[in-house]
C-alpha cells in the first residue's frame, strides 16, 4: 500500500513539474515474463487507490484504478506491480542501437548493411518501431483513402477520413519508423564521411546509396504529412532535442528530398554495388531507383508548388526519361506473374520490371528474413484470414472486358447466377468464388452476395497479389505462417505513367498517349502471346514448391497465358468516352493516366500518394463514389460503396501525430485537424 500511496504522490509532484511525461507500468505476467503499459500523463484524468474490490479479486486487496480523459472505461493494477517509471515521451534517437564502427572498408558495408536491413524490417523483434510495416501504415494510408481498397473495425477510418492526430498508425508504423531510419542515415553519412579507412570511391558509393535511402523515408513523410522536420547529416533527437520547427515551406521540403537524389543519382551506377539477396532486397540502391524517386519529388513540388510546376515537370520528365529508356529495365511479359514467389537462388533481375521490391521470404519466424502475416491481412475471413483488406465493386467494375489484371489481382465470393448481371457486372470464370493458385473455394457468406455481411458492409472481393503462394486454410496457422510475397515500391510502369503524366503536362501529348497504350498492350496480354511454355516453365516449379497439399499441385499455371493476340481499344478514345459517361472534371488524359493507376496498382504502396499528386484523387472520389445511403435491408444485394461523408482533399494531409506534438513545442499541426 506504501508503494501505490509513494505513486499517487509521485503523479502530484510530476503533473506540477511537466506535463509531457510517460507513466511506464512494470509487471510480470503468470509466465514470468516481465511486459510494460504505457500512459501519457495528459492523458490521464485521475489515478484512484481501490481495497479490497470485489469486482476486481483477482487484483489482490488493494491497487491502482486509472482513469483516462474522455474514457468511460478505467484499468486496474494490483499492489504487485513491479514498478513505475515516470519519463519523458518516448523519442525515437539512436542511443540505444549498437552501431558498427567504421574502421575499415568491410565495416564502412556492414554499418550500410543495417540500414538496409532496419529500411526491410517487417515483424523482426529488432524493430521497435516499424509495426506491421509491409502491410501498414501502407494499405491504411496508400490505398484505403481511395475507397478502391476498404476494410473493416478500425482500419475502416481510412475509408471515412476519421483518422485523427492518435492514431498509432500513424504515429508508430510511420512517424516514428522514418524519423528512426533517417536518423541511422544521418549518423552512418556523417560517420563515413569523416572517415579515413576507406577510399574515396568506396565512400562516395556508399554514401550516395545512403542518401537515397534517406530521401525514400523522407518522401514517406512528406507525401503523408506534407511539411515535416528536416533532421540533416549527423542530427538525430540524441544529438540536437526534440525541439524542431518544420520546413518553412514545401518548397524547402522537396528541394531537400531533390538534393538527396540528385547528389546520389549523379554517383550510382546502374548496376547495383551488390546484387546478392540479402534480406529481401533486390539489390542495393542504384541509379534507376534515385532517378525514380527523383522524378516523383519534382512531381510532389510541382503539386505543392504551383508556380514552379512547369520547371519541375520538365526536370522530373528528363530524370524518367533516362528510367524508361535506360535498357535497364523492361515490363514483365505477364501482369498475372508478378506476386508469384520468386526462388530465394534467383537473381536480382529476376523480373526486369521491378526498380525497388520487398521480398517479404517463406520463412518462419527467421529473423535474418523478412516476413509479414501478409496472407492474413488479405485473405477471406472464411478462408482463415483476418479481413483487413477488401476491393470494392466499383473498382472490380473499372476494368474494360478482356484487361487480364483484374483477374490476376482479386477474388470475388460465389455470387449467384443473376445478381452480377442486374448491376451490369461482369464476372470471371477463373476466379468467381473460387482461389485459382491454391485451389480451393472462397468460404464467404453466400446469402450476402456483394458484401460480406454484418453492419460493416465489406465486398465480397480479396486481393490475390499478396494471398497467393500458401494456404491460410487447414491448419495455416500451424504450418507456413508466413508466405511469400513481394512488395514492389517502385516498378518499371510507375515510372511510364509519371513521365506520362510530365509529358502532357509539358504539352507533349502524343508520346504520352502511346505510353499509356504500351501498358494497355501487357494489361490484355498481349506480350504473353507465344510464351506460355516459357513463363510456365519459370513460374510454376517454385508455385508448386511452396507448402501445399497434394490436391494443391498444379500442372498447367492457375490463369491461361493468352495464345492469340486481342485488340486493346485506343487510350484516348477509351477514356475521352469514360470522362463524358462519368462527368469527370479532369481531361481525358489525367483520366487515362488515373484510371490505369487504379487498376495497374490496386493494394500497392503508391496508389494514393499519386492519385493525389496528380490532382486527381477528389475527381475520382466524387464521380466514382458518390455520397449514397444504402438501407441495411438491401446492403447484401447491394454491390456499391456506401459514402455518407462529404470528402475534403486537405485531410489527404495527415495529421501530425499527438506524440510529437506533445514533445516538440516548436511543430504545428496541419489545417484541419
Not at 523482426?124 to 501502407?138: A, L, T
Not at 525514400?216 to 512528406?222: C, E
Not at 539477396?277 to 532517378?291: E, S, W
Not at 455518407?644 to 514533445?663: G, K, S, V
Request: glycine letters at 6%; aromatic letters at 14%.
Amino acid at each position: 500500500m506504501k508503494k501505490l500511496i509513494s505513486l499517487l504522490l509521485c503523479l502530484l509532484v510530476c503533473a506540477t513539474a511537466m506535463c509531457h511525461i510517460v507513466m511506464k507500468i512494470y509487471q510480470t505476467d503468470t509466465d514470468g515474463n516481465p511486459y510494460c503499459t504505457l500512459y501519457y500523463l495528459d492523458d490521464i484524468e485521475r489515478i484512484e487507490l481501490f481495497s479490497n474490490s470485489d469486482d476486481e479479486e483477482h487484483l489482490g486487496e488493494n491497487g491502482i484504478k486509472i482513469y483516462k480523459k474522455n474514457y468511460s472505461n478505467s484499468s486496474y493494477f494490483s499492489s504487485e506491480l513491479d514498478s513505475v517509471v515516470w519519463e519523458d515521451y518516448v523519442s525515437p534517437g539512436l542511443s540505444t542501437l549498437e552501431l558498427t564502427a567504421i574502421t575499415s572498408e568491410e565495416t564502412a558495408k556492414e554499418r550500410v548493411a543495417a540500414i538496409y536491413k532496419y529500411m526491410n524490417c517487417f515483424s523482426s523483434s529488432d524493430n521497435n518501431y516499424g509495426g506491421d510495416w509491409g502491410f501498414k501504415p501502407q494499405i491504411l494510408t496508400n490505398s484505403h483513402p481511395t475507397l478502391d481498397t476498404q476494410a473493416t473495425g478500425w482500419d475502416k477510418d481510412w475509408n471515412t477520413q476519421s483518422y485523427d492526430e492518435e492514431s498509432e498508425v500513424l504515429t508508430a508504423s510511420l512517424w516514428n519508423y522514418s524519423y528512426y531510419s533517417i536518423f541511422q542515415c544521418n549518423k552512418a553519412i556523417s560517420d563515413l564521411m569523416s572517415a579515413s579507412c576507406i577510399d574515396g570511391k568506396s565512400k562516395e558509393q556508399l554514401v550516395a546509396e545512403v542518401r537515397t535511402i534517406r530521401a525514400f523515408f523522407y518522401i514517406q513523410l512528406a507525401s503523408s504529412f506534407g511539411r515535416v522536420m528536416i533532421f540533416d547529416t549527423g542530427e538525430d533527437h540524441d544529438t540536437v532535442g526534440t525541439k524542431r520547427a518544420r520546413a518553412a515551406s514545401y518548397a524547402d521540403m522537396w528541394d531537400y528530398i531533390i538534393g538527396d537524389l540528385k547528389a546520389a543519382a549523379d554517383v550510382l551506377d546502374w548496376k547495383p554495388r551488390e546484387t546478392t539477396r540479402t534480406y529481401g532486397r533486390n539489390g542495393t540502391m542504384n541509379k534507376g531507383i534515385a532517378l525514380a524517386y527523383l522524378g516523383d519529388a519534382y512531381m510532389w513540388k510541382a503539386y505543392r508548388c504551383p508556380d514552379a510546376a512547369q520547371e519541375c515537370y520538365k526536370l522530373a520528365a528528363d530524370a524518367l526519361e533516362k528510367v524508361v529508356k535506360s535498357g535497364e529495365y523492361e515490363l514483365n511479359e505477364s501482369f498475372t506473374t508478378l506476386w508469384d514467389a520468386i526462388p530465394e537462388n534467383a537473381e536480382y533481375k529476376w523480373n526486369k520490371e521491378a526498380i525497388l521490391v520487398q521480398i517479404l521470404e517463406n520463412a518462419e519466424w527467421e529473423s535474418e528474413k523478412p516476413y509479414s502475416f501478409m496472407k492474413f491481412h488479405t485473405a477471406c475471413p472464411g478462408n482463415g484470414g483476418w479481413g483487413s483488406l477488401y476491393l470494392s465493386w466499383e473498382w472490380y467494375t473499372s476494368f474494360e472486358m478482356g484487361d487480364k489484371r483484374r483477374d490476376a489481382s482479386c477474388v470475388t465470393g460465389n455470387i449467384p447466377d443473376g445478381y452480377m448481371e442486374k448491376f451490369g457486372i461482369g464476372y470471371s470464370a477463373i476466379n468467381r468464388g473460387y482461389h485459382p493458385y491454391l485451389k480451393e473455394p472462397i468460404y464467404g457468406d453466400d446469402y450476402n452476395h456483394f458484401n460480406c455481411g454484418g453492419a460493416l458492409s465489406t465486398p465480397s472481393i480479396w486481393s490475390m497479389k499478396y494471398w497467393r503462394n500458401a494456404s491460410t486454410f487447414n491448419n495455416a496457422w500451424s504450418v507456413n505462417m508466413h508466405a511469400a510475397a513481394n512488395i514492389y515500391w517502385k516498378r518499371l510502369p510507375n515510372v511510364m505513367l509519371d513521365y506520362a503524366e510530365c509529358l502532357f503536362n509539358l504539352g507533349n501529348e502524343k508520346e504520352g498517349w502511346d505510353i499509356v497504350n504500351k501498358l494497355r498492350n501487357r494489361a490484355f496480354g498481349n506480350l504473353e502471346v507465344g510464351k506460355a511454355d516459357e513463363l510456365t516453365g519459370k513460374y510454376l516449379p517454385e508455385l508448386n514448391r511452396l507448402y501445399r497439399a497434394y490436391s494443391m499441385q498444379h500442372d498447367t499455371y492457375p490463369i491461361p497465358f493468352n495464345e492469340k493476340t486481342v485488340e486493346v481499344a485506343d487510350a484516348k478514345t477509351y477514356y475521352t468516352a469514360l470522362k463524358a459517361e462519368k462527368g469527370f472534371s479532369s481531361p481525358a488524359w489525367k483520366v487515362a493516366v488515373n484510371e490505369e493507376r487504379r487498376k495497374e496498382f490496386n493494394s500497392e504502396p503508391c496508389l494514393r500518394p499519386d492519385m493525389e499528386r496528380s490532382g486527381y484523387l477528389e475527381d475520382h472520389i466524387e464521380h466514382n463514389y458518390p455520397k449514397r445511403t444504402i438501407n441495411s435491408n438491401e446492403r447484401q444485394d447491394t454491390p456499391w460503396t456506401e459514402r455518407t461523408f462529404d470528402f475534403n482533399p486537405q485531410r489527404m494531409t495527415f495529421p501530425i501525430p499527438l506524440e510529437e506534438l506533445r514533445r516538440n513545442s516548436e511543430c504545428d499541426q496541419n489545417e484541419g485537424y
